[in-house]
């Protein structure tokens, strides 16, 4: 009691402001650290309830340890809140502390305290925790887990408090992990996370979230030497630093490593001293999800970061000019340089070897020293030297050059009439629709009166001699219109002395005829390019040497033509390129006669061409909605089986009434011309039950009418899942077509890990007209195949798996019901699947046809017998190895 008395006035003074509920910490006599689970530890000589709130708040005791000796729990957890502890406050070391608010450290300006969790639990899942509201605390985790689950974690509050987080072990899970939040009245305080282990799993790691203060006015700073940060995102905004090195590891959910990228960019995100820049590589975890995950890694002996990147291509704007770049290894005092065309050779040199070896220098730059040749392979080592003379041997790095001059990219151009000036024929300048970069030249063409072409002509040629840096041809892209008349394209030179020749492409004159739909991979539209032998023209009597004009034209200057416009962009001087397919026995397009060749006629061995007469299924279907209903939410199943469709809102997932029509598709070979009418708001659910003896093969054979509004798009026409909740399982999908703005449509019939695809040539393919599809898998033999209008336009060979079709559990025509998305748009009619793989003379007898003839479906017939065999062995050996450039050299 003597003790008690002792402290009674400060402690009286100190809790007549807070509630009724609150216990407050003075410990043992003399400030020794006490035991939370000792009543006479606290000044009301009570151990706190769930209810009261907890005051660890003076001076003079010393820290309150938890050791899990009783039940340790409290509404409210100050530490510091008045007052300043310095390095003292409340340490964990087994048990759990129940927390059914806050922890509050260092709650009002000048206060300050520490929170050591050495084991044990802290457990606060209702609130948010404060490190550093307006004072200064220290949380220090050696070990055990301070869990938030979804709670927000607070450091560095407010001005003028300073928050710091040491973590060398234990975990950490909560919501989102601030940073100095700040408020719109009140400046952020200072926040720091100093980790070596351990583990924060957060929902966001967000410095300065709101983006409070100025340039400078607080700092917030996570260094991550050890441990991980999980996280599924990294907000970094106003006097933000994150260092990195050690073996701490950032991990991000998702690709973010554009957005990590940008902050090593701004110097927001860098690596401790001594480590190379910050690592970004994004990868799988464990269940397949995509994560970037982030280190740093050691600067060593050996040089790095070499420039040019190592594997990449150099500008041949700068093949008179490179400099190679690199970063000193970490005792390098002096630097032996290496250079050459052969890897072998710079692999192998030493400092005898003349030609190669470069001599040794102290500066991490070297110019090189020959003219760099287009398409030339090169190959670069920096050893280091220390100061004792040891050496430590570098890698081999290696660039090529680009094999291409530029000849016009329409960048420099200000407008039209700047364009005019130099190209005539009334072009306009393009800045819209274009190859790459900003611009490109709209030629507006007519040739439909004499002389029946029309041309656009550079008068001045940025490039006069068309042999340098021994280029071979001239190659420009073109991108046309759908409403173009199909044309001829062709280049014509003139040199100084009077002489000049025309050379038209040897090419499609539809290619000309382009459609919005037709895009590239980035989702920018298509372009076609086109090539010019530069020797057909000096075999014309040219002086390449000497070129002082250069024309492209439209139009043979024979028959009538038509109007249209076509868009011009990259104009360039290549040397031997490899040019996809030039060569006969170049199968795979990679311009290299090997291996993979021959495995392009091994797994096409046997393949053929033909003529297949029509011939009724010797089968039945197992499903066959023949769309005769005419009304209801009811597609009947014709074939006996009783496996109705229910036609479903694919929202709602409850009875549609769909749209039904009378202009299907009529034959002899079937009764009716009543369809259905899929506008993207309901879809057909198919039994689940009609797939149980789909084993080993199946044929799904439909006829499909696109809706021209509403084609190509990103929809389904037949889906099949083994899980309704996981998106990509999918034991058949057939996309009728898969458009994303993001490639040329195509026809994709997948199943299980088997994916066949087909591009789609003319709108026709998959709009404003009926087209009969059949798809078909055999894994007895092997093979997946699709069909269009009875021909085989696609085919995979090798595929096995087909064993989850009775497990199917999510069975549909026309969209999928569980993910409201790739809804089909059109009509469809004559749906069938069987439980064998149909022959091709009966997919021609479903498809209405009477004969087709079938070319082969294989690029693996360079004889051109129609049969892939020991013909095209025969061709393929006899150019193993062999290198197939365009245009061919003499």
Not at 34 to 42: F, R
Not at 640 to 666: C, H, M, Q, R
Not at 756 to 784: I, M, S, Y
Request: charged share 20%.
């Amino acid at each position: 009691m003597a003790k008690k008395m002792l402290y009674f006035v400060s402690l009286f003074i100190l809790t007549i402001s807070v509630n009724a509920g609150s216990v407050n910490w003075w410990g043992p006599v003399g400030g020794a650290d006490g035991d939370w689970c000792l009543t006479d530890n606290w000044f009301e000589m009570v151990l706190p309830t769930s209810a009261d709130d907890v005051y660890i708040d003076d001076p003079g005791a010393g820290n309150c340890v938890v050791d899990g000796g009783c039940t340790t729990e409290c509404l409210y957890l100050y530490v510091g809140s008045t007052a300043d502890l310095a390095d003292k406050g409340l340490i964990v070391n087994s048990g759990t502390v129940e927390v059914g608010q806050q922890v509050r450290l260092g709650w009002a300006a000048g206060s300050g305290g520490k929170l050591t969790l050495n084991g044990g639990t802290i457990y606060e899942p209702n609130s948010q925790n404060f490190l550093s509201r307006m004072g200064n605390a220290v949380l220090e985790i050696n070990g055990g887990h301070y869990d938030l689950t979804t709670r927000f974690f607070l450091i560095g509050e407010f001005a003028p408090g300073t928050g710091t987080l040491n973590m060398n072990d234990g975990q950490i899970t909560c919501g989102n992990f601030n940073l100095c939040r700040g408020n719109a009245s009140t400046s952020p305080g200072n926040g720091y996370v100093n980790m070596t282990g351990g583990l924060i799993q957060a929902a966001a790691v967000q410095f300065n979230p709101a983006n409070r203060g100025t340039e400078g006015e607080f700092e917030s700073k996570i260094t991550l030497a050890g441990g991980e940060i999980k996280t599924n995102n990294l907000v970094m905004n106003l006097n933000s630093e994150f260092e990195i090195g050690g073996t701490g590891v950032l991990t991000l959910a998702g690709n973010d490593s554009a957005a990590v990228a940008g902050y090593v960019a701004e110097g927001k995100f860098y690596s401790s001293d001594g480590y190379k820049p910050p690592t970004i590589e994004v990868t799988t975890d464990d269940q397949n999800n995509t994560i970037t995950v982030v280190t740093a890694e050691l600067i060593g002996p050996e040089a790095w970061d070499p420039t040019p990147v190592n594997n990449t291509t150099v500008s041949s704007a700068d093949i008179n000019t490179l400099v190679l770049e690199w970063q000193a290894g970490s005792d390098a005092v002096e630097h032996d340089v290496y250079f050459g065309d052969d890897y072998d050779a710079v692999l192998a040199a030493d400092t005898n070897t003349a030609g190669i070896y470069k001599g040794r220098q102290a500066a991490t730059a070297w110019d090189v020293d020959i003219t760099l040749a287009l398409n030339g392979d090169y190959y670069w080592r920096v050893d280091e030297v220390d100061d004792q003379g040891g050496i430590v041997t570098g890698e081999v790095w290696g660039f090529d050059v680009e094999s291409m001059l530029p000849l016009e990219y329409f960048e420099t151009y200000a407008d039209t009439e700047a364009l005019q000036a130099v190209w005539n024929g009334s072009p306009e300048l393009e800045t819209t629709i274009v190859r790459s970069d900003a611009g490109a030249m709209k030629f507006v063409y007519d040739t439909t009166a004499a002389p029946y072409y029309d041309e656009v002509t550079c008068t001045s040629p940025a490039i006069t001699d068309f042999t340098a840096e021994n280029v071979q041809s001239l190659r420009l892209s073109i991108r046309g219109m759908e409403t173009n008349s199909p044309e001829m394209l062709y280049v014509g030179i003139a040199d100084g002395s009077g002489n000049s020749a025309t050379v038209m492409f040897d090419g499609e004159p539809a290619d000309f005829i382009m459609y919005d739909w037709q895009v590239d991979s980035d989702g920018s539209p298509s372009w076609v390019d086109y090539y010019f032998d530069l020797g057909e023209f000096a075999a014309a009597g040219v002086d390449l040497t000497d070129v002082v004009s250069y024309s492209v034209g439209v139009g043979d200057g024979a028959a009538e033509g038509g109007t249209g416009t076509i868009y011009v962009d990259d104009i360039r001087l290549y040397t031997f390129i490899c040019r996809q397919f030039d060569g006969d026995s170049d199968l795979t397009g990679n311009c290299e006669i090997n291996l993979n060749d021959f495995v392009e006629i091994a797994q096409d061995w046997g393949m053929t061409g033909g003529s297949f007469a029509a011939a009724e299924p010797a089968v039945s279907p197992v499903i066959y909605y023949a769309f005769e209903d005419g009304t209801g939410g009811t597609s009947v199943d014709s074939s006996g089986n009783s496996f109705d469709g229910e036609i479903k809102l694919v929202e709602e997932y409850t009875a549609a009434s769909p749209t039904w029509a009378g202009d299907g598709v009529a034959s002899s070979r079937w009764s009716g011309t009543g369809c259905l009418v899929l506008d993207g708001t309901y879809a057909i659910e198919v039994p689940t039950a009609s797939l149980a003896g789909v084993t080993d093969e199946v044929t799904f054979s439909i006829w499909a009418y696109g809706d021209p509004a509403n084609q190509p798009n990103d929809n389904a026409l037949i889906l099949a899942a083994m899980n309704p909740d996981v998106e990509n399982l999918h034991v058949f999908k057939f996309h009728a077509p898969w458009y994303i703005a993001s490639g040329a449509p195509n026809y994709t019939w997948a199943s299980s890990s088997d994916f066949l695809r087909w591009t789609v040539e003319q709108p026709g393919d998959f709009a404003g007209k009926w087209n009969h599809f059949a798809l078909t898998k055999n894994v007895t033999e092997g093979t997946q195949k699709i069909y269009k209008n009875g021909v085989l336009i696609a085919q995979m060979n090798g595929v096995e798996d087909l064993s989850h079709a009775p497990d199917v559990t999510d069975f549909s025509i026309g969209g999928r019901f569980d993910f409201n998305k790739w809804v089909w748009y059109g009509k469809i009619d004559e749906f069938r699947m069987y439980d064998k793989e149909l022959s091709q003379a009966e997919i021609v007898w479903l498809a209405n046809e009477e004969n087709i003839v079938q070319d082969l479906v294989s690029n693996a017939d360079p004889s051109g017998d129609g049969v892939v065999g020991i013909a095209d062995f025969e061709i393929v050996a006899a150019d193993w190895l062999e290198e197939i450039l365009w245009p061919a050299a003499e």
